[in-house]
């Protein structure tokens, strides 16, 4: 290669100089380089050493840095995502050729500096995703060539600043997930070329601007939610751009609008969690065939047709080809799930109608959504047997239908649904066995069928369930033993197979359920030792045993278990000293040995000296120094002295109390339910005024129903009801006991009666008058009682010595059933008086079963009080007895 002369190479020397003279390279001491070293001595922590390179004399090669190529200025300063820690320096307001700042995605923090809003040439800002706090500098307001603006995801407080209104070139704002309050201001509706406007997840108030819809017509994307704006949605223009409405969870009341049917090319619809009122629209959405995601759950919407007819709602979603998911739920809806929703799309994954009122069957129909993966009936009153055809929907995952009134056999077909990972049929009427077909579902993790009439065994065959953690089958009446090969279940973190009739022994491979976090196994007919593997449960806070006939001593290696939080072995026969490991157990904070064999010492000291009193109740050769409890016998031979009151003694009196009460209540149905029989087919007493003080007592304690002064005879011709007034114009009940259909000018009906004979259950129950304080500003007893049951029964009962029996326990929550099934808010969901008379023998049968095996104190107590009640009971449903 010829050598290069002398004179082109000081040809490119002085061209170097001249750039280098003029500034058109930024090198070190430019004004660019020296705003990003500022920048950069801000920089606390660069984990990913993106900033390494920062130093060289060439600042466009620098990591994140893009130079123009005419006048080699930064214009571009990226470093999204880079885990970078500090705050930004003012100094960056010195880029005065940036076009594009992007630092999401790292750890900075700190106020923004006002500086940023000189830079008038930039397009996009983007701070999202970090930590900024304070109020947003009202200085960008100054950015008048902004095209993008996000500041989402940080702690940003105060109020929107008005002075983002003059960003005229402004498409996309981004204020989401910060603290900021005040309103909406009215300055951002100036935004005329606005396409996307994301405020939600603050803390905004006061109204929408009307301004904001119909001044920006160019509209794809609003998403208010998560805020507390109030008033009505103000569209009511054409929006035939908007494809995104997210307003769900604020404050906002009024109709959907119905000038929405015009944006037809809406995608996602998301109202929920609001107080919007009025009809499920059933023509607004035939032309939106891009609809994927409609979102009206909890709210306050109804069916048309006084809220029976779910049909046209339906239908007018037929055409919605692109539909994925569906939500309507928590609306109080009725009327029955028509066959026409087997026509929606075919691409719908999600559908949830729960916690309505909706009635009827599940209709065969559903299985032709072969895609949907999340079916949720859930908190209905639906009836009828679980179709077998449900099984059509291959790719369903989650599977809710509990809270309903569902009876009949569990379909052995669901079990060949194979992507099926939730089960939850609970607090159904479902009887039969439960199928061992559900063992191929491998990738099953909840299964909760608890508070149904399940029979027969539990199938061993649930062991290849492997990924179950949920397992939930308590209050069945399940037989047999508990299988060994539950114990294959190693990832299980929830077993409740409480309050069946399971007997034999506690499997000692339990002790191989790592992962275990829950077990309650009480109340069925278990006998035997307390497995000492059982503390190979080492992740296990929760262990109860309560209620069987389990015998032995407690297990060392249970007391030692590091995590455990609560304990019952209460109602067995266990016997010896309780374990000495126990005083250690920091973890403990719920314990009951009651009623059992125990002997021994109690230690005043440790973990002992945080467990109550009644912990150790029945337990009389126990001893200690804690209050109420025997002295142990000193140096000197000092016997012993009794101070806690024995089983024998408590139980019966606990017994006689809740036996008493259902001897009221028995009296007052039962003689309800023989007037309807023998008045069926003639007049029916409406009584329309039943409470507490309307019910007496005769010579023998029989209760008997007083105070027909406003009664009601109510003649069964037909359709075509007649009824008459013992005394004309007066409100059809008491203040509290009256039922709600009343008050909307509803005719009296036995239902009404039903109603009131619930208020009055629920007030033997709990204590509390349905005009007690706690009530005000439109509580109902039956709404206090359903925030605290089943979780937290205790918190409602108004004797607590009521529940320290397992069988006062599901005396209680049976008649809690009953009073809540009698005061639910649709006349036809109550149970007639014929069946709540019913169901409250039930409960005298199953409480006649416990006291009748007991001890022989017990049984003389309670035989007395049967023997009152079965008086009662049998006078009261004599078809002779004219005193009802």
């Not at 619809?269 to 009206?296: H, I, K, T, V």
């Not at 059809?732 to 000018?745: H, K």
């Amino acid at each position: 290669m010829a050598p290069v002369p002398i004179s082109a190479i000081f040809f490119f020397i002085i061209v170097f100089l001249f750039f280098l003279l003029d500034g058109t390279i930024p090198t070190l001491g430019s004004d660019d380089h020296s705003a990003l070293m500022s920048f950069k001595s801000g920089i606390s922590n660069d984990p990913n050493g993106a900033l390494t390179n920062w130093g060289s004399p060439n600042v466009c090669n620098w990591t994140g840095i893009s130079c123009d190529m005419p006048g080699r200025h930064v214009v571009k300063l990226i470093l999204r995502n880079q885990k970078l820690s500090g705050e930004v320096s003012p100094a960056l307001g010195n880029l005065s050729h940036l076009n594009i700042l992007n630092l999401s995605g790292n750890l900075f923090t700190g106020k923004v500096p006002p500086d940023l809003g000189n830079l008038f040439r930039l397009t996009l800002l983007d701070i999202s995703s970090n930590t900024f706090f304070g109020r947003v500098p009202i200085e960008l307001g100054n950015l008048s060539s902004l095209n993008s603006l996000d500041l989402s995801r940080n702690l940003f407080t105060g109020d929107v600043p008005p002075e983002l209104g003059n960003l005229s070139k402004l498409q996309e704002l981004s204020l989401s997930n910060n603290l900021l309050e005040g309103t909406i201001p009215v300055e951002l509706t100036r935004i005329s070329n606005l396409s996307y406007l994301n405020l939600g997840e603050n803390n905004l108030s006061g109204h929408i601007p009307p301004a904001i819809f119909c001044n920006l017509s160019t509209l794809q994307l609003i998403d208010l939610s998560s805020n507390s704006l109030e008033g009505e949605i103000p569209i009511d223009c054409a929006l035939p751009n908007l494809t995104f409405l997210v307003l769900w969870s604020n404050n906002l009341i009024g109709e959907i609008p119905r000038s929405l049917s015009n944006s037809t090319k809406l995608k996602w619809l998301l109202l929920e969690s609001n107080y919007l009122s009025g009809e499920l629209p059933a023509d607004m959405f035939s032309n939106m065939r891009s609809l994927e995601l409609l979102y009206l759950s909890f709210n306050y919407l109804n069916s048309p047709e006084n809220n029976t007819n779910l049909e046209p709602f339906f239908a007018s979603l037929t055409n919605c080809t692109e539909l994925t998911e569906i939500g309507v739920a928590g609306n109080d809806l009725a009327g029955m799930i028509p066959p026409i929703v087997g026509r929606l799309g075919s691409g719908l994954t999600q559908l949830h109608l729960e916690y309505n009122n909706i009635f009827g069957p599940i209709p065969a129909s559903l299985s032709n959504l072969t895609n949907l993966t999340a079916l949720n009936l859930s908190h209905n009153l639906i009836n009828g047997s679980i179709p077998p055809a449900i099984a059509g929907m291959r790719r369903l995952e989650r599977l809710y239908l509990s809270d309903n009134m569902l009876s009949g056999e569990i379909p052995p077909s669901i079990g060949t649904i194979p992507r099926l990972g939730l089960i939850d049929l609970s607090h159904n009427e479902l009887t039969g066995d439960i199928p061992a077909e559900l063992s191929n579902l491998t990738q099953l993790r909840w299964l909760v069928l608890n508070h149904n009439h399940l029979a027969g065994i539990i199938p061993p065959s649930l062991a290849q369930c492997v990924n179950l953690q949920n397992f939930d089958l308590s209050h069945n009446m399940l037989r047999g033993k508990i299988p060994d090969d539950l114990s294959e279940l190693s990832g299980l973190l929830y077993l409740n197979l409480s309050s069946n009739l399971l007997e034999g022994t506690i499997p000692a491979t339990i002790g191989k359920m790592v992962m275990l976090q829950v077990l309650n196994l009480s109340s069925n007919h278990l006998a035997g030792d307390i497995p000492a593997q059982l503390g190979g449960c080492v992740a296990l806070e929760y262990l109860n045993l309560s209620g069987n006939a389990l015998a032995g001593g407690l297990p060392d290696a249970i007391a030692a278990l590091p995590f455990l939080q609560v304990l019952d072995v209460s109602y067995n026969g266990l016997t010896g000293a309780l374990p000495p490991s126990l005083a250690t157990a920091t973890s403990l904070r719920r314990v009951n040995f009651s009623y059992n064999g125990f002997s021994g010492e109690v230690p005043g000291d440790g973990a002992f000296s945080g467990f109550p009193s009644d912990a150790f109740l029945g337990d009389d050769r126990l001893c200690g120094v804690r209050p109420g409890m025997s002295r142990c016998a000193g140096a000197g031979g000092e016997k012993p002295h009794r101070v806690l009151r024995d089983r024998r003694v408590v139980v019966p009196v606990v017994i006689t109390v809740v036996v008493f009460t259902l001897a009221i209540l028995a009296a007052v149905a039962c003689r309800a339910a023989a007037r309807a029989r023998r008045d069926a087919r003639t007049t029916t007493v409406v009584h329309c005024d039943l409470k507490p003080s309307n019910v007496l007592l005769d010579d023998d304690m029989t209760a008997v129903v007083a105070d027909f002064g406003i009664a009601k005879l109510v003649k069964n011709d037909g359709d075509d009801d007649v009824t008459t007034n013992s005394i004309t114009g007066l409100l059809q009940g008491s203040v509290g006991y009256i039922a709600p259909e009343y008050g909307l000018g509803g005719h009296p009906s036995t239902q009404g009666d039903v109603y009131s004979f619930g208020v009055m259950i629920l007030e033997m129950i709990t204590g509390k008058r349905p005009t007690d304080v706690i009530f005000h500003e439109g509580l109902t007893p039956h709404d206090w009682v359903m925030r605290h049951y089943p979780h937290d029964v205790a918190a409602v009962v108004a004797r607590p010595c009521w529940l320290t029996d397992a069988v006062g326990y599901d005396v209680v929550a049976g008649l809690i059933d009953v009073g809540l099934a009698c005061t639910h808010h649709s006349p036809s969901a109550r149970p007639t008086m014929v069946e709540v008379c019913h169901e409250i023998a039930l409960i005298k049968e199953d409480i006649s079963r416990h006291v009748h095996g007991g001890a022989s104190t017990a049984a003389v107590a309670a035989s007395v009080t049967m023997t009152m009640t079965a008086t009662a009971s049998e006078r009261s449903c004599s078809t002779s007895d004219s005193s009802f």
